[in-house]
């Protein structure tokens, strides 16, 4: 590094008479930053009158948009800048600044900078700034350097930087490399560091080639030539009259942390006194005297006072002094000054009174005031603003009121006023009330003085209290008189106890309550008049002072019983202290660095809490009277017996290293040579932490299923509409079963567990659950039969009758399920609305976890390999980086999202699908849905988010949308949205062709088959081996005394209800997601919350986390806050969730077959009936439809004919369009008398080699590492 040390020596000296003194050239700085004056010529002279023989700018210096023939040689004076400096839009090639040696930044250009230097070249020409002259600049004690775009400039990139900016870490720091190719290279003895090219335009290093020992700046690279601490730019010597400069205050050449106070502690008298050697700051000098135009504020010099302190003068020095209350301002009266033409207080001047402590001039209130002026179009006066004069304290005309607002009996806004001067009277009276039919009290409990003029109290019918005061005793002149009468008789007032409090003196009161009086009869506090002082109670302690209570001093501690806290003011009358006791003084702490008269003084408290003073070489306080117990020092004796403690400790360790060195040895090889010989292959334990997974997987044997038709076909199997008959018993359980091909290989045979085994372990209301595997030779899942098909279908068929409230439960019920993925770790991958199933038009459950990825404990993203993806419902970073996060899975609900609200529109359709990369990256989304306001798409829009942390989580959106789903019709607009009805789902298209095959008739649901006593009601009268009869009730209750009522009491939520009433709780709000209350994310009402069902180890299988238990005996519904009200008659449609249907039940009467939509479900006298909750989760997705006869027969999930490919299977199956085949030809195959085709390819799943023949996509030009954006 380099270091000037053949003129070193002349430098220090130089430098010492260069320091600024308190009485150097000080100028003010600016601060208009790129703000120019037209004429650059006034421009420059502005400069060069500012900064003309100026050392110390107090501000900051800009130097702008000077012209190259400007001379600046007047810029060498200066040697301080307090705050930045700012050089840009110039032409001149040099700038002069050479002796500037700090720059404090307490102010920062842009915020960040303390020296900014661009734009300084003329665009059109060959010139501009060359060479900055800064060769004496080493410190800058706040803020970052900005050197830019300057495209002449020379040898700013060669500048050591971080040694000129105190904190280089923190502060930015931007200086790019020189872009001119004409710049001279730094003289041979600068080491690569210069100003210039000159000999002595080398940098001054002056705290990087410091030694470590050093805490700041330094004058050579040993220990002994560290500078003072409180030096700033470096120094000759080690003392602090040696600095350059002054990191903090200047106080007559020596560099000190602060200015000698004011006051100093005395340790004698134990009291703070003042200092007769007392400087105040001035920029960064201690002065004895602030400049004349400056004020004293504490230690400061300051320009102005604070808003909460007023100037006075005091020993000829102009001091901020702290306001007791409200600082005095003077305000013009009616009639004076700038109220010279006002005859009233009115509306339009009222404002005008704010904060005024004292009136010059009079206060008058007319009618037309009080009550508005039409002819000057001067409105009423609002009562409430009345209150901006209980700051007044003095009027020095006279107070006149001849007319006030109804609905104000007194005058208590002006219950500070204590003066009324007279100066200037009316009629000969300075205060005047005339009348006023609602007054009844004056409450001026204030005054004490009307110093010239006559009282006029006249006319008042309502006032009470005059009599009692003696107006005598507010007159300052003999010849002043009082004029009351026609007011309200004494007599009556004495009647209606309008007459003073007890605790006022005979001297009378302005109005009722004992802080009225004028005097009190016993003792006071503050204005209030009390009986007792808080001499031994209370939560504030007081003594008193003849009959004026005063508080302790709040260093006194509060006596119990009988004792006194305290005897007088202030903190040296405690009985005891609360804190510390400083001799005679309690103080909360013990002096620590108190400023004295010569030192600093610290004082350490004893046991007793009392402070005492440490030794007198202490200089950072102590914890005793001996020079060991000082703060820094530390005793000899207990060091070299710490030394050899811990030698002996040392000794001791590595003794005992070295043994079980040669232990741990011999035991490795005896470990070694039994692994050998006994083949041990004993593992390490690494413990991940994660809970076990204690899921109950069902093993089905393949005799108790029986497959009925095809219901689709994926990528590794086929679904099946089936029945599960368990063995040994007699009921039939509607299923889907998915079957593994039998050509898939070992790989597929892993995947499909890996699918069962995600199914078997996610547990949810809206998840799909696995009933159970069949390990025959082709691997069968079974799931529940869903007969309403998937939702993507379901919003085709019924687009008609959806309405806002079911859409937005959906999208809690999916958001649910996702949040609940996301906390068990797994990312699903494949949500799309094909991929919801539909249990009943209020309750859906996600599916097809074919694609779902669980995350290591320590997992952030998934890596997928090849393969087929949806990519019009993936996330930028799943289609470039194939990686998937929750936040991915965000991106894919908002897509869902918008295939609801479009009703099963297409999702960029019409744009192959290799185009979407481009278009999300140009920043195209899906456009916004008709029906949707802008709250719910910019829902969407969050959820398309590039950067994958900024979407929002799954519990944000279950949150948001559930707060929608309270007010569904302000969200989505849709026309005729109250009068929509869901038809029964017997009208459904798919639900019928599930019902086409015989063997679908008298079947038991899963649930009641699984859960026989899930509602905790006394027992079905079924046994295990019971089956649905289609000629009777499905259950017969064996208690007798259980009736109907006790049963709706016991089974919440699960009623039979008619179509009408089923079709409007569907459109109604009473779907499970509706009621937001019962999940704490929702935010909602907090809601009674339902009784679990109790375990029991005797259950065969656990219950379906879905149906939500009641308390048995419940004899009232839900208030609209969901609180239960006593029992009364009610329509059934007024329950808070639909009845969902066991949809493969049909009922029988006479033979005849009765639909579910029937009119009449009960016959009377068959008892009551209840119809279990019914639970359906298949592994499929609906590929076709049975439309009616007006219906037309297209599947409007596969209605895109861009990149259908129709194969030709060995077998009449249905494949799963959710994954794309290699085959090349077309079948179709007939089913119930038509023809159809046998696959229809999703043209969404594609592989990223059928983006681009060929190639893969490449990453996005502006990503440069290979994360999730």
Known sequence: MFWMDHDHHLLCKTCISNIPSPFSAVCAGTENKL?????????????????????????????????????????????????????????????????LRIIRGTKMYEDRYALAIFLN?????????????????????????????????????????????????????????NSSVTCQKCHKSCNGRCWGPKEDQCQS?????????????????????????????????????????CTNFNDSGACVTQCPQPFVYNPTTFQLESNPR????????????????????????????????????????????????????????????????????????????????????????????IKGDVYHNIKALDPEKLNVFRTVREITGFLNIQSWPENMTDLSVFSNLATIGGRALYSGISFLVLKQQWISS?????????????????????LCYYNTVNWTGLFRANNQKVLIRNNRDPKECTTEQMVCDPLCSDAGCWGPGPDQCLSCRYFSRGRICVDTCNLYEGEVREYDNGSVCVECDAQCERADGDSLTCHGPGPDHCVKCLHFKDGPNCVDKCPDGLQGANSFIFKYAEANNECHPCHSNCTQGCIGPRLQDCIGMMDRTPLIAAGVIGGLFVVVIVALSVAVSVRRKSIKKKRAL????????????????????????????????????????????????????????????????????????????????????????????????????????????????????????????????????????????????????????????????????VKSPNHIKITDFGLARLLDINEKEYNADGGKMPIKWMALECIHYRKFTHQSDVWSYGVTIWELMTFGGKPYDGIPTRDIPDLLEKGERLPQPPICTIDVYMVMVKCWMIDADSRPKFKELA?????????????????????????????????????????????????????????????????????????RNQFVYQDPSFDMEDMLGTIPRVLSLSPGDQSAGGQGGSGPEHQCFEDQRCNGTLRKQATPRPSSTGQRYSADPTIMLGERGARGDTDQDGYLTAMREKATSDYLNPVEENPFVTRRRNGAALTLDSSNPYQAGSGPRVEDEYVNEPLYLNTFHNPGKNRQDKNKTFDNPEYWQHSLPPKATLHNPEYLQDCSTRFFYRQNGRIRPAVAENQEYLTEFALKPGTVLPPPPYRQRNTVV
């Open 442 to 462: 004056l409450q001026l409990q204030s005054l004490n003085e009307i110093s010239a003029g006559n009282v006029y109290i006249t006319n008042n019918s309502q």
């Open 959 to 1031: 949150t948001e949308f559930c707060r929608m789903a309270r007010d569904p019709q302000r969200y989505l607009v849709i026309q005729g949205d109250d009068r929509m009805k869901l038809p029964s789902p017997n009208d459904s298209t798919f639900f019928q062709s599930l019902l086409d095959e015989e063997e679908l008739e008298d079947l038991m649901d899963a649930e009641e088959y699984l859960v026989p006593h899930a509602f905790n009601i006394p027992p079905l009268a079924y046994t295990p081996r019971t089956h649905v009869d289609s000629n």
């Open 121 to 177: 070249y003329r665009r059109d020409g060959n010139f501009g700034l060359r060479q900055l002259g800064l060769k004496n600049l080493t410190e800058i004690l706040q803020g970052g350097v900005y050197v830019d775009q300057n495209k002449f400039l020379c040898h700013a990139d060669t500048i050591h930087w971080q040694d000129i900016v105190k904190n280089a870490r923190v502060s930015p720091l931007v200086v790019p490399t």
């Open 35 to 99: 703000s120019t004056l037209s004429d650059l010529e006034q421009q420059y002279r502005t400069l060069r009158k500012y900064y003309e023989n100026c050392e110390v700018v107090m501000g900051n210096l800009e130097i702008t948009s000077i012209d190259r023939s400007r001379d600046l040689s007047f810029l060498r004076s200066i040697r301080e800048v307090t705050g930045y400096v700012l050089v840009a839009l110039n032409q001149f090639d040099y700038l002069p600044l050479e002796n």
């Open 674 to 837: 039994r692994r050998f010989l006994e083949t041990e292959l004993v593992e390490p334990l690494t413990p991940s932490g994660t809970a076990p997974n204690q899921a109950q997987l069902r093993i089905l044997k393949e005799t108790e299923l029986k497959r009925v038709k095809i219901l689709g076909s994926g990528a590794f199997g086929t679904v099946y509409k089936g029945i599960w008959v368990p063995e040994g018993e007699t009921v039939k359980i509607p299923v889907a079963i998915k079957i593994l091909n039998e050509a898939t290989g070992p790989k597929a045979n892993v995947e499909f567990m890996d699918e069962a085994l995600i199914m078997a372990s996610m547990e949810h209301p809206h998840l799909v659950r696995l009933l159970g595997v069949c390990l025959s030779p082709t691997i069968q899942l079974v799931t529940q039969l869903m007969p309403h098909g998937c939702l993507l279908d379901y919003v085709h068929e019924y687009k008609d009758n959806i309405g806002s409230q079911l859409l937005l439960n959906w999208c809690v019920q999916i958001a649910k399920g996702m949040m609940y993925l996301e906390e068990r770790r797994l990312v699903h991958r494949d949500l799309a609305a094909r991929n919801v199933l």
């Open 205 to 245: 290093l002056t705290k990087t080639v410091c030694a470590e020992q050093c805490d700041g700046r330094c004058f050579g690279p040993w220990v002994s030539n560290c500078c003072h601490r409180e030096c700033a730019g470096g120094c000759s010597g080690p003392k602090d009259t040696d600095c350059f400069a």
């Open 278 to 369: 007392a400087k105040y700051t001035y920029g960064a000098f201690c002065v004895k005297k602030c400049p004349h135009n400056f004020v004293v504020d504490h230690s400061s010099c300051v320009r102005a006072c604070p808003s909460n302190k007023m100037e006075v003068e005091q020993n000829r020095i102009k001091m901020c002094i702290a306001c007791t209350d409200i600082c005095p301002k003077a305000c013009d009266g009616i009639g004076t000054a700038s109220l010279q033409s006002a005859q009233t207080v009115d509306s339009s001047n009222i404002d005008k009174f704010t904060n005024c402590t004292k009136i010059n001039g009079n206060l008058v209130f007319l009618i037309t005031g």
